[in-house]
């Protein structure tokens, strides 16, 4: 039984040029705020920020060998996520919130290089990546005319990546949990005249935190 236990599992996986794969996960993603100039002077709006909001991703992946430690990898992602923009307004009877949730539908395109380790116990690795994607917002919101209630939110956005994860190696398959952290380069706040909730804001960039389930062949 100890055998069969530490029998290597696909032992041809090193020697691929490419393999493919799907990813699955949960992602909980906010805005990292910058307030504008308007804010210290609002007579009203007391505090804006982001509370973390949850959401859901699934991917196809693909997967370029570059040694026995190294893959390139291409994962296309559609990415279901929801942001909440939280505003403190006064009252003379009490201060009230306001809650504005900005709903994305996002093709996500991210290339990273994968390093991992060597195979411990034949079937067992870790790894980390680093990398960056691009991000389209099929539900963005910038284009909207009848802008009175909301904020708008840039369809396009460029990101850095970060991750870690493990390598568990099965006969048929290999199953990778994975956690990355991404982070907004762009500004994605589209600011509208004389609406209060965007006024003051001067710049919202995107932050993700992704925990995800990958099955690779």
Same mark, same amino acid.
């Given at each position: 039984?100890?055998?069969?236990? &530490?029998?290597?599992?696909? $032992?041809?996986?090193?020697?691929?040029?490419?393999?493919?794969g799907i990813?699955? /996960?949960?992602?909980?993603?906010?805005?990292?705020?910058t307030?504008?100039s308007?804010?210290? &002077?609002?007579d009203?709006?007391?505090?804006?920020?982001?509370?973390?909001s949850?959401? =859901?991703n699934?991917?196809?992946?693909?997967?370029?060998?570059?040694?026995?430690? /190294?893959?390139?990898? =291409?994962?296309?992602?559609? +990415?279901?996520?929801?942001?909440?923009?939280?505003?403190?307004?006064?009252?003379?009877?009490?201060?009230?919130?306001?809650?504005?949730?900005?709903e994305?539908?996002?093709?996500?395109?991210?290339?990273?290089?994968?390093?991992?380790?060597?195979?411990?116990? !034949? !079937?067992?690795?870790?790894?980390?990546?680093? /990398? /960056?994607?691009?991000?389209?917002?099929?539900?963005? !919101?910038?284009?909207?005319?009848?802008?009175?209630?909301? +904020?708008?939110?840039d369809?396009?956005?460029?990101?850095?990546?970060?991750?870690?994860?493990?390598? =568990?190696?099965?006969?048929?398959?290999?199953?990778?949990?994975?956690?990355?952290?991404?982070?907004?380069?762009?500004? $994605?706040? +589209?600011? $509208?005249?004389?609406?209060?909730?965007?006024e003051?804001?001067?710049?919202?960039?995107?932050?993700?935190?992704?925990?995800?389930? &990958?099955?690779?062949?």
């Amino acid at each position: 039984m100890q055998a069969q236990a &530490q029998k290597k599992n696909m $032992t041809k996986h090193d020697s691929k040029i490419i393999h493919f794969g799907i990813s699955m /996960g949960i992602n909980n993603s906010q805005f990292a705020i910058t307030r504008s100039s308007a804010f210290a &002077q609002h007579d009203s709006i007391k505090v804006v920020d982001s509370p973390r909001s949850p959401g =859901f991703n699934v991917g196809i992946v693909s997967a370029l060998h570059t040694g026995k430690h /190294g893959e390139i990898r =291409f994962i296309p992602t559609l +990415v279901f996520a929801e942001k909440d923009l939280r505003y403190t307004e006064y009252n003379i009877e009490g201060d009230d919130e306001t809650n504005k949730t900005v709903e994305s539908i996002i093709i996500n395109f991210p290339l990273s290089y994968k390093y991992k380790s060597d195979r411990f116990f !034949n !079937n067992f690795r870790f790894y980390v990546l680093g /990398g /960056g994607r691009f991000d389209w917002d099929l539900a963005s !919101n910038s284009k909207a005319r009848k802008a009175l209630d909301i +904020v708008k939110i840039d369809r396009f956005d460029v990101a850095a990546e970060l991750g870690l994860g493990l390598e =568990f190696y099965f006969p048929m398959f290999i199953f990778a949990p994975e956690i990355r952290i991404s982070h907004g380069l762009l500004n $994605t706040h +589209v600011p $509208t005249d004389n609406l209060r909730y965007s006024e003051v804001l001067q710049r919202l960039r995107s932050k993700y935190i992704t925990i995800s389930l &990958q099955f690779e062949g």
